[in-house]
């Protein structure tokens, strides 16, 4: 599995980018309420992420599922480490923790007015 081509671009994405969401849709146009409301918690701690559409190739859809071992979709990485989907980044988002890690990770996140 080390060879799979989808794994390998999924390293690369977030590899090069401090914060990926892998996402139904677009950041600015989420194609299901789960995205969007991941979308909602970064803009609103003004965090530049990378959005990737799983939409557009069914082998990324399910290769990051197999890579994060996570069945669905969103699903957030912050400078190469797995975060969570929906639920975990909402709850965390709810309590502050979000904000944390991130700047435990060196990503800038204040909250836009």
Not at 16 to 31: A, R, S, Y
Not at 77 to 103: A, N, P, S, W
């Amino acid at each position: 599995m080390t060879d799979n081509p989808v794994f390998e671009r999924i390293k690369q994405d977030i590899s090069e980018n401090d914060v990926v969401l892998f996402m139904k849709g677009t950041p600015v146009f989420p194609q299901c309420g789960f995205s969007a409301a991941v979308v909602q918690a970064l803009s609103h701690l003004g965090v530049k992420f990378k959005g990737i559409n799983v939409l557009e190739d069914p082998g990324l859809r399910d290769g990051i599922k197999q890579f994060s071992s996570w069945p669905t979709i969103p699903q957030l990485y912050v400078k190469g480490d797995f975060v969570g989907g929906c639920d975990i980044v909402r709850e965390m988002f709810q309590t502050g923790e979000l904000q944390e890690l991130l700047h435990s990770h060196g990503v800038d996140a204040q909250p836009v007015s």
